[in-house]
């Protein structure tokens, strides 16, 4: 079974690191992927820029509307992810507890499936 973990992060908590903190907490991720990866787990894992950087786009018929990040609507961003491969939804949460980004961020567990799914 395929779930993705996302890491769903306050809005500015990057900014309120400084460059050696972000750093030592991105090599705590890194070696996280490792040990996952070398338990032949890890479909895919990214960081993602905060939303300064994003853009969202939305189709109403024929006309299509972008929205340029920051999105004040919202107090969190998805600063990440982690794509694994695991036998049970209580596996993929117990690998989620063990991700370093628990402590400072949510990590949300989401099973992979078609949209029709329910």
């Known amino acids: 079974m395929k779930f993705m973990l996302l890491i769903v992060e306050p809005r500015g908590q990057r900014g309120t690191r400084s460059e050696d903190e972000g750093r030592a907490l991105y090599a705590e991720m890194v070696e996280f992927g ?5 338990r032949g787990q890890l ?3 990214e960081s993602l820029r905060p939303d300064s950087h994003g853009v969202r786009i939305q189709r109403r018929g024929e006309q299509a509307s972008l929205v340029d990040g920051p999105f004040a609507e919202t107090r969190e961003m998805v600063g990440g992810f982690f794509l694994i491969e695991c036998d049970s939804r209580d596996e993929a949460v117990r690998i989620a507890e063990a991700c ?8 949300e567990v989401r099973e992979c499936a078609p949209c029709y799914v329910k």
């Open 34 to 38: 490792q040990g996952l990866a070398a």
């Open 43 to 45: 479909l895919a894992s």
């Open 100 to 107: 370093p980004a628990a402590r400072f961020a949510t990590v």
